[in-house]
């Protein structure tokens, strides 16, 4: 089992810039991969970014393409997500996940971070 822990997440200006970060324990962190997921209100939760256990291999949701990077610190167990040209529809709740022994199912969640872009 994995335990995550985000943090970074705010209010910010359309237009303006965070970035979430992920703190992950328990299981050898570079031999799993990671994914950021969000959840508006009244909305289902949805892949924004994945990452390989290497870091080699991203994934990342069309909404957010060119706007958002993933990326990760395999020696400081810290999965990364750095969210530029932010838009008042990125506002929701940003979880990061580990996957489990099947890849692209995740097992284990953070507590969530609010994300707020306000027009």
């Known amino acids: 089992q994995v335990q995550l822990v985000e943090s970074g997440g705010g209010l910010v200006q359309d237009g303006g810039s965070l970035r979430l970060s992920c703190a992950a324990s328990?299981?050898?962190?570079?031999?799993?991969?990671m994914g950021w997921f969000r959840q508006a209100p009244g909305k289902e939760r949805e892949l924004v970014a994945a990452i390989d256990w290497s870091g080699e291999s991203t994934y990342y949701a069309d909404s957010v393409k060119g706007r958002f990077t993933i990326s990760r610190d395999n020696a400081k167990n810290t999965v990364y997500l750095q969210m530029n040209s932010l838009k008042p529809e990125d506002t929701a709740v940003y979880y990061c996940?580990?996957?489990?022994?099947?890849?692209?199912?995740?097992?284990?969640w953070g507590q969530g971070t609010q994300v707020t872009v306000s027009s």
């Open positions: 328990g299981r050898t962190f570079s031999s799993y991969g």
């Open positions: 996940a580990a996957e489990g022994v099947v890849a692209g199912e995740y097992d284990d």
